[in-house]
């Protein structure tokens, strides 16, 4: 469980800030957005591999092009010395939804790219989470992109339940 804690702060501290008191000498601003977590466990049957495999083939499927990943166990391993459940951040993007989000709105860039995780908790049990764009900034788009946006939020959730059940 602390390992999905840990995803959870991870994946906050990543792309989203919350508005605190804005230290105005120094021209930071803050802006307030709904956090959603998107969760989904992996069945039983579905190795941590095949779950990854089948993920980065729905994203295929889905033209969202896979722009990198972090193995964040890796460096934990690295840090403590110890053994840590396997957790690897999976990054996806769609260049075009990507420009005309940032072309409507620059702050969109704290959701790019697409991230999902897929980690191991205490008890063995496979998940794949990742947070979802606020729904009320994505109402806020012009038609074109929050079209686009809308697609990709789909995808993305279709990915999550395809790995999920190690689907193809």
């Not at 690295?78 to 990054?91: C, D, H, V, W």
């Not at 686009?148 to 790995?163: L, Y």
């Amino acid at each position: 469980m602390n390992s999905i804690r840990f995803i959870f702060i991870l994946l906050a501290a990543l792309t989203v800030q919350t508005a605190v008191a804005a230290d105005k000498s120094k021209g930071i601003t803050y802006q307030d957005v709904k956090l959603q977590i998107a969760r989904i466990q992996v069945e039983d049957s579905v190795s941590f591999d095949d779950a990854v495999e089948s993920l980065k083939l729905r994203a295929n499927q889905h033209n969202l092009k896979f722009v990198g990943v972090n193995a964040i166990y890796k460096e934990i391993e690295s840090l403590t010395g110890q053994p840590a459940k396997r957790m690897e951040i999976f990054n996806f993007c769609d260049g075009l939804t990507a420009n005309k989000m940032l072309q409507a709105d620059p702050v969109m860039i704290a959701y790019m790219p697409c991230r999902i995780a897929v980690l191991e908790d205490a008890q063995g049990k496979r998940w794949l989470i990742s947070m979802m764009m606020d729904l009320a900034k994505v109402k806020k788009l012009p038609a074109d992109a929050r079209s686009s946006a809308e697609r990709v939020m789909a995808a993305m959730k279709d990915m999550m339940v395809a790995a999920s059940r190690g689907d193809l």
